[in-house]
């Protein structure tokens, strides 16, 4: 099957009906126990907690591991360590992965991109392809974010992987590896991925699963609605408009700190204006505060403080509202 017939397929699995999906979801979960030793990856969000509960349906004792980041909306976090099986904590805090690599702002790639042009290891070659674009044109930073290159704050995509990635993998060193809940319409990387390797894939380390991503949001609040399974308090209630399912509460979870897609916000979504109305003291702490700093690598730069993280500063150049 070609990548059009791929992408093809996808749209045809998106649009099935729920009970469909769920047996779907169910024997790509068989299939990946027949082939390793599994656990869950458990944020305590919504989706986590269908894939949690989906997972559990088909063999009980599958342990749940949630990765107590720090960076949770409370409830969640308290959501979380109490249905999780297992905790575990990262080796850094955020204000060190900040201090260290940079802000999470933009995108993953784009971050990332900004952070190899400015990293003196980074060799020419790969400087010219993120300013210029490789023969096709890719892998660069966008036009509009190239003004970001002079920001006197790091920028990385490095938390992710410290904050989340690296414990679980530190977990799976016995062996075991994750079902994730991710799903394709959250992102175009994920839909590649699916397009690629279908819901059971084998990177270039390890295997893993995600046997929710052909599910859609309306897919997850139908399922949490129909088992009434308990979600954070954060997420409010879920109801019922114009036929479709929504929550009163905030629409997604996640690392609340994280800048990523900020700038694509609707009025009415904004997380930073959301976390001032919701939690006013972890607001102050995360937009307060900051200072230069010089570091190791001999140049000032903009970071954490005792008093906050410094997001405002670095919003205010990222142009999002807080």
Same mark, same amino acid.
């Given at each position: 099957?070609?990548?059009?017939?791929?992408?093809?397929?996808?749209?045809?699995?998106?649009?099935?009906?729920?009970?469909?999906?769920?047996?779907?979801?169910?024997? /790509?979960?068989?299939?990946? $126990?027949? $082939?390793?030793? &599994?656990?869950? %990856?458990?944020?305590?969000?919504?989706?986590?907690?269908?894939?949690?509960?989906?997972?559990? %349906?088909?063999?009980?004792?599958?342990?749940?591991?949630?990765?107590?980041?720090?960076? +949770?909306?409370?409830?969640?976090?308290?959501?979380?360590?109490?249905?999780?099986?297992?905790?575990?904590?990262?080796?850094?805090?955020?204000?060190?992965?900040?201090?260290?690599?940079?802000?999470?702002?933009?995108?993953?790639?784009? %971050?990332?991109?900004?952070?190899?042009?400015?990293?003196?290891?980074?060799?020419?070659?790969?400087?010219?392809?993120?300013?210029?674009? %490789?023969?096709?044109?890719?892998?660069?930073?966008?036009?509009?974010?190239?003004?970001?290159?002079?920001?006197?704050?790091?920028?990385?995509?490095?938390?992710?992987?410290? &904050?989340?990635?690296?414990? &679980?993998?530190?977990?799976?060193?016995?062996?075991?590896?994750?079902?994730?809940?991710?799903?394709?319409?959250?992102?175009?990387?994920?839909?590649?991925?699916?397009?690629?390797?279908?819901?059971?894939?084998?990177?270039?380390?390890?295997? !893993?699963?995600?046997?929710?991503?052909?599910?859609?949001?309306?897919?997850?609040? +139908?399922?949490? +609605?129909?088992?009434?399974?308990?979600?954070?308090?954060?997420?409010?209630?879920?109801? !019922?408009?114009?036929?479709?399912?929504?929550?009163?509460?905030?629409? /997604?979870?996640?690392?609340?700190?994280?800048?990523?897609?900020?700038?694509?916000?609707?009025?009415?979504?904004?997380?930073?204006?959301?976390?001032?109305?919701?939690?006013?003291?972890?607001?102050?702490?995360?937009?307060?505060?900051? +200072?230069?700093?010089?570091?190791?690598?001999?140049?000032?730069?903009?970071?954490?403080?005792?008093?906050?993280?410094?997001?405002?500063?670095?919003?205010?150049?990222?142009?999002?509202?807080?």
């Amino acid at each position: 099957m070609n990548t059009k017939e791929r992408y093809k397929q996808l749209e045809l699995m998106k649009a099935l009906p729920l009970d469909v999906k769920i047996g779907k979801s169910k024997l /790509r979960i068989r299939e990946a $126990l027949a $082939l390793e030793d &599994m656990y869950i %990856s458990y944020s305590g969000g919504k989706d986590s907690t269908v894939l949690k509960h989906l997972v559990q %349906s088909v063999k009980a004792d599958i342990p749940s591991v949630f990765v107590n980041t720090g960076l +949770e909306y409370r409830s969640l976090r308290e959501h979380a360590t109490k249905n999780a099986d297992t905790t575990v904590r990262p080796k850094m805090n955020f204000k060190e992965v900040l201090i260290k690599y940079g802000y999470p702002i933009i995108s993953k790639m784009q %971050s990332r991109y900004i952070e190899d042009v400015r990293n003196p290891n980074v060799c020419d070659k790969i400087k010219d392809i993120r300013i210029n674009g %490789s023969e096709k044109g890719y892998y660069k930073i966008s036009e509009k974010w190239k003004y970001l290159l002079k920001a006197d704050f790091k920028i990385s995509n490095k938390c992710c992987y410290h &904050m989340k990635k690296s414990p &679980m993998s530190i977990y799976g060193k016995n062996g075991s590896c994750p079902f994730i809940g991710t799903m394709t319409e959250e992102s175009n990387k994920r839909k590649t991925q699916w397009i690629e390797h279908g819901c059971n894939m084998v990177d270039s380390k390890k295997f !893993k699963s995600m046997p929710m991503s052909f599910w859609t949001v309306q897919d997850v609040l +139908e399922y949490l +609605e129909r088992y009434d399974l308990e979600i954070p308090s954060v997420y409010g209630d879920i109801i !019922k408009v114009d036929g479709e399912y929504k929550t009163t509460g905030v629409n /997604r979870t996640g690392c609340v700190f994280c800048g990523y897609g900020a700038h694509m916000e609707k009025e009415g979504e904004k997380r930073f204006v959301d976390l001032k109305i919701r939690d006013k003291q972890l607001y102050d702490y995360v937009i307060g505060g900051g +200072e230069y700093k010089e570091l190791k690598d001999g140049k000032k730069w903009w970071v954490p403080n005792n008093k906050g993280l410094g997001f405002g500063h670095v919003l205010d150049v990222y142009d999002v509202e807080y």
